[in-house]
């Protein structure tokens, strides 16, 4: 396994590049730390967008849901996906 995910024109930085890391490692540190995902998937050609709890178990990534719930039937079926996860360090209150 490499130390570090392919870039690609689906996954290359376009704003501010140099800040970003594809280092394997970081990326599951920051994906294990979070506590909920918002996942996006078009499915029957409507974008749809629900926050669900994940968790990482080697390279892939379970997601918490009931069977019956429509998004994850659409992924089952080969939909694409796109996950985002919000690493929160602090809060300033002004």
Request: hydrophobic share 50%; aromatic share 4%.
């Amino acid at each position: 396994m490499a130390d570090s995910f392919a870039v690609t024109e689906r996954t290359r930085m376009r704003r501010k590049a140099k800040r970003a890391t594809y280092d394997r490692a970081t990326i599951y540190a920051i994906l294990d730390e979070a506590l909920i995902a918002s996942v996006a998937a078009v499915i029957d050609g409507k974008p749809e967008l629900q926050p669900m709890i994940h968790v990482r178990i080697g390279d892939p990534i379970i997601l918490h849901g009931v069977a019956g719930n429509r998004m994850l039937r659409g992924i089952a079926r080969g939909a694409e996906v796109c996950l985002n996860v919000t690493h929160l360090d602090a809060l300033a209150l002004a």
